[in-house]
Antibody
Framework: QVQLQESGPGLMKPSETLSLNCTVSGGSISSYYWSWIRQPPGKGLEWIGYIYSSGSTTYNPSLKSRVTISVDTSKNQFSLKLTSVTAADTAVYYC???????????????WGQGTLVTVSS | QTVVTQEPSFSVSPGGTVTLTCGLNSGSVSTSYFPSWYQQTPGQAPRTLIYNTNTRSSGVPDRFSGSFLGNKAALTITGAQADDESDYYCLLYMGSGIWVFGGGTKLTVL
């Protein structure tokens, strides 16, 4: 059974670059789309973007200028970088996999447990 | 800009049936939006309930079903139980690889 686990710093300062990793266990990162999704405290879910195992990416247009998602197949891991963070980027960040490896992806499952990132001076 | 709309809140009596909807600020939801539904309780990661409009995720009881209601995607819960009290989010595919979540519906069972 595939499991995902996020890791990264919990506290950051404004203007820094957020870096998170998602480690995939119980299965290969090959095939499927691998996604990042976030949820500010008390608010709804926001899709950030995803990467296919081949390396092709698609990002939320509202975040595109600040986001990079990459994959390291040798480590069975994918990563998120978000530049120039502000307090508005404070959120629980989830990694998730698409349900289907082929198109259409169907949706997202499984999900990681999430990691809280707080941006504060 | 396309906005995915959900009822902010809904209530249902124990044992009752409730239908939550997922629409667009402009246009109709169809199968090509691949609607999916997620349940989330406080402090927990979302749990996938339904994908591709009406396919139940593994382990999801058949009390949960997906369909269309008019021009919206719909999630119906029959025989509501106390532990169905959660936030429910829908997710739609907008094309060009872009996905958008709805704002979520807070369901109260009372």
């Amino acid at each position: 059974q595939v499991q995902l686990q996020e890791s990264g710093p919990g506290l950051m300062k404004p203007s820094e670059t957020l870096s998170l990793n998602c480690t995939v266990s119980g299965g290969s990162i090959s095939s499927y789309y691998w996604s990042w999704i976030r949820q500010p405290p008390g608010k709804g879910l926001e899709w950030i973007g995803y990467i296919y195992s081949s390396g092709s990416t698609t990002y939320n247009p509202s975040l595109k200028s600040r986001v990079t998602i990459s994959v390291d197949t040798s480590k069975n891991q994918f990563s998120l970088k978000l530049t120039s963070v502000t307090a508005a980027d404070t959120a629980v960040y989830y990694c998730a996999r698409t349900i289907n490896s082929a198109w259409p992806p169907g949706g997202f499952d499984p999900w990681g447990q999430g990691t809280l990132v707080t941006v504060s001076s | 800009q396309t906005v995915v709309t959900q009822e902010p809140s809904f209530s249902v009596s124990p044992g009752g049936t409730v239908t939550l909807t997922c629409g667009l600020n402009s246009g109709s939801v169809s199968t090509s939006y691949f609607p999916s539904w997620y349940q989330q309780t406080p402090g927990q990661a979302p749990r996938t309930l339904i994908y591709n409009t009406n396919t139940r995720s593994s382990g999801v009881p058949d009390r949960f079903s997906g369909s269309f209601l008019g021009n919206k995607a719909a999630l119906t819960i029959t025989g509501a139980q106390a532990d169905d009290e959660s936030d429910y989010y829908c997710l739609l595919y907008m094309g060009s690889g872009i996905w958008v979540f709805g704002g979520g519906t807070k369901l109260t069972v009372l």
